[in-house]
């Protein structure tokens, strides 16, 4: 029995002290001096390699962050671009590592440039949840459930209350209506984040309000259970529709970092806007300009993209000393522009 145990007890220690199984601090040194005093390319590649399976384990992420950073300083272009892939694996782990990736951006060698971008497009941290964003649809949202609730309640003999609801839910529907068909009125709002948060869905819930008001007010029973019909849908819709605002879209946290020519690539079908903001951000000295980050300032809204007031709060975000407003201008103008 004792050799028995004495021999469980040997596997034990033997495997605890095995590298390939416990990524310990000695183990992460171990690796880390490997990086630093390597003579050849080949044993830096290696070394990267082998920090990278260790930068899994949290508590190791600090250290190989620190040591990818300094091999961005390598003579050679392979091992800063390996180092640079490494830094872009981590993601926002690595975000201490903005600035000397920002630096990457003038590497004389076009792959490390590429990598530098895509890195950059993954450890820029934006906040975990867009909470102005959550607050503008519970601001929508609940008045219109709650409304709704005490609507169907409501006696039909409460007509002025009623008419009086209905009348306001129809000026705020005509209001979207006009803003629709005149959207330069929206420039005038230029500059309020309040505007941008709430003007997408501004019209929704006081059509569920009209609906719900209809339906104490038609006489026809079938009508009035179609337009209950209809109110109850949209509360269904309105909150599915938004579902992105109780978590951090993929949108606002990374991006692909593709550039070609000094031009932002956009990663999804609703980023244009926040690709043409990236691109001009970076013709205007701001480097690190990537298009999650600008996503996330603009109010990009997954699949539904970007309003011009929206995009010019991203520029803003990032250029306060300059002066941004918006206007319109015609293909011909903007051919006479001179690229920054």
């Given at each position: 029995m004792k050799r028995i145990a004495i021999l469980i007890?040997?596997?034990?220690?033997?495997?605890?002290?095995?590298?390939?199984?416990?990524a310990g601090g000695a183990d992460i040194r171990h690796v880390s001096n490997?990086?630093?005093?390597?003579?050849?390319?080949?044993?830096?590649?290696?070394?990267?390699?082998?920090?990278?399976?260790?930068?899994?384990?949290p508590g190791n992420r600090d250290i190989c962050v620190l040591e990818f950073t300094t091999a961005l300083k390598d003579p050679d272009p392979k091992v800063r671009l390996s180092a640079t892939i490494a830094l872009g694996r981590m993601g926002h782990a690595a975000q201490g590592s903005r600035p000397e990736l920002v630096q990457l951006l003038q590497?004389?060698?076009?792959?490390?440039?590429?990598?530098?971008?895509s890195a950059l497009g993954r450890v820029i941290s934006v906040e975990n949840l867009p909470?102005?964003?959550l607050i503008a649809f519970l601001v929508l949202y609940l008045p219109a459930l709650i409304g709704s609730i005490l609507i169907f309640m409501m006696s039909e003999k409460r007509k002025i209350i009623l008419n009086t609801v209905l009348g306001i839910s129809f000026l705020c529907l005509v209001a979207k209506l006009v803003f629709v068909i005149v959207p330069t009125l929206a420039f005038y709002f230029d500059g309020s984040d309040a505007f941008i948060y709430l003007e997408r869905d501004f019209a929704i819930p006081f059509g569920i309000l009209f609906f719900a008001i209809a339906s104490k007010l038609v006489p026809e029973d079938s009508n009035r259970r179609a337009l209950r019909l209809m109110t109850i849908l949209l509360l269904i819709i309105m909150p599915g529709q938004n579902y992105w605002v109780f978590t951090t879209p993929p949108s606002y946290s990374h991006s692909d970092?593709?550039?070609i020519d000094g031009v932002c690539m956009q990663s999804t079908n609703f980023t244009c806007g926040a690709a043409s903001a990236a691109t001009v951000l970076r013709a205007h000295g701001v480097p690190d300009a990537v298009e999650h980050e600008c996503a996330y300032y603009s109010h990009t809204l997954p699949f539904r993209g970007v309003t011009d007031v929206g995009a010019a709060r991203a520029l803003r975000k990032h250029l306060p000393d300059k002066s941004i407003r918006i206007r319109e201008t015609s293909i011909a103008e903007l051919k006479d522009l001179t690229i920054p």
């Open positions: 007890l040997s596997l034990v220690l033997i495997v605890s002290a095995s590298p390939k199984t416990w490997k990086l630093r005093f390597a003579k050849t390319v080949k044993d830096k590649l290696i070394a990267i390699r082998d920090l990278e399976e260790l930068a899994a384990k590497d004389p060698d076009e792959k490390v440039r590429a990598a530098a971008d909470k102005n964003s970092g593709v550039w």
